[in-house]
């Protein structure tokens, strides 16, 4: 018999009111023995419960709900606890249900698995839960609602059952070399899987959007030594992030903000001055900075206002096409209002003052929403397991057009077809009999 499990389905710690969760075939039972075989409540109807002690005694006083297989979550009998959410009260209730015979304390993430075990979710839509549960910012939510209703998986069973349809057609004329198949067909199958290979490289090259949107767009603030780096970097969290000096060389290693930026996920990075360093840990805190301007999605570019028109070729050397760049110290007059460093234009920027801070917010949040909503109305590929199994899907594609046997074209549709059967989960049947016969013999 399948374990009966349970755990907390809320955070840990003091609230009002804490939800412990019970899935399995004696959910009912436990909650019978939590209430001394009190009635139980309808299916899916809040009803109030005294939880009683071994010895008789009140535990709480709280709700339950009944969710009766396959209705739930797990697809499994399910009971809700709704407490009151002391730490006594949870331990006490978490020791009632360990003492129990055949109920376990549930492993992390059980219940999501059982949930895809009994057909309630897809992969994609268990891996969105995560994500929703994690989410920081509006787009994250958007997007994690988005895969949890479905819309990744649709996209992938449906490329998926094509490509199912294009290799039952193949195997046809394959394994019914004497029938009169129609000689378009051929020209179709190969047509079809052309027009899938197409849809699924567009959708790869979507410069990793999804997996930015759940990790957050990487932002390294550079410049050299006292340019107000650490200073903006407050500014922008609003809060005293970094330390802030007039020593030259106070950050030695790379400080990481997560800001929300117009709804989108942002991780802000402070770093060290770029200099010729003149000691060991310094030298090692500018070789972390340019590490990290490298491996940034965006970088704002801090320029030294008090040296102008001069401006630090270090930095410069880590401006590219794509970087925002602010020359900061705008209140001590030598900066112009429209200032260009090296023919690229450049805010001026004033932290002490405040000045051009709500411009420079205004930009970046543009280039952020720019770099994570995209343009396409097609779901975004949100993790790195369903990237690497689409470009497999491609690859065997392409073998299987250039092919020289029909029966090595049909191998390698059939790997295609387990590629994208990987990302949602679905457990891989022989379809192609069941296509074959609607497609060729109904009528014959």
């Known amino acids: 018999m399948t374990p009966t499990i349970f755990a907390p389905a809320t955070a840990p710690g003091r609230a009002g009111v804490a939800i412990v969760r019970i899935s399995g075939p004696l959910a009912d039972a436990a909650l019978s023995a939590l209430t001394a075989g009190a009635p139980l409540p309808k299916p899916r109807r809040a009803a109030r419960i005294r939880v009683l002690g071994e010895d008789g005694e009140q535990v709480d006083d709280g709700l339950a709900l009944r969710f009766p297989a396959p209705a ?16 006594a009260v949870m331990e006490a209730v978490m020791a009632l249900l360990s003492a129990q015979e055949c109920l376990r304390v549930a492993e992390p993430g059980e219940f999501t698995r059982r949930a895809f075990e009994n057909g309630k979710m897809d992969l994609t839509q268990a891996e969105a839960l995560a994500d929703l549960i994690d989410a920081e910012t509006a787009a994250q939510r958007r997007q994690a609602l988005r895969q949890m209703d479905g819309a990744l998986a649709r996209l992938y069973d449906g490329w998926r059952d094509r490509l199912v349809r294009a290799l039952a057609h193949l195997e046809a004329f394959i394994d019914f070399p004497d029938e009169e198949l129609p000689p378009a067909a051929e020209r179709a199958i190969w047509g079809s899987v052309e027009g ?181 109305a097609a779901p975004a590929l949100t993790r790195a397991r369903h990237r690497a199994a689409l470009a497999e899907c491609v690859e065997a594609l392409a073998r299987a057009r250039s092919a020289d046997l029909a029966e090595l074209a049909a191998e390698d549709l059939r790997l295609a077809v387990r590629a994208l059967g990987r990302i949602t989960g679905r457990v891989e049947v022989d379809e192609l009999l069941d296509v074959i016969f609607r497609d060729f013999c109904i009528g014959k």
């Open 72 to 87: 739930s979550f797990t697809g499994e009998d399910v009971v809700e606890l709704h407490l009151h959410g002391s730490r």
């Open 196 to 376: 899938l290979t197409a849809e699924m490289r567009i959708h790869l090259d979507d410069g990793h959007r999804g997996e930015r949107l759940r990790d957050g767009l990487h932002i390294a603030i550079i410049g050299p030594p006292n340019a107000g780096k650490s200073s903006l970097l407050n500014a922008l969290a609003k809060r005293e992030a970094a330390i802030v000096s007039d020593i030259a060389g106070t950050t030695r290693d790379v400080v990481d903000v997560h800001l929300d930026l117009g709804g989108y996920p942002v991780v802000l990075a402070d770093t060290a001055g770029l200099r010729e360093a003149a000691e060991t840990i310094e030298s090692e805190g500018i070789r972390r900075a340019r590490a990290r301007a490298e491996q940034a999605d965006l970088r704002l570019a801090v320029f030294d206002g008090a040296d102008w028109p001069a401006v630090d070729d270090h930095t410069l050397s880590l401006v590219d096409d794509s970087a925002l760049v602010v020359v900061n110290k705008a209140d001590l007059g030598a900066v112009p209002e429209s200032p260009a460093v090296n023919g690229r234009p450049a805010l001026p920027l004033s932290v002490k003052t405040g000045r051009g801070l709500d411009a420079l917010l205004e930009r970046l949040t543009a280039l952020v929403a720019d770099r994570l909503s995209g343009g396409s």
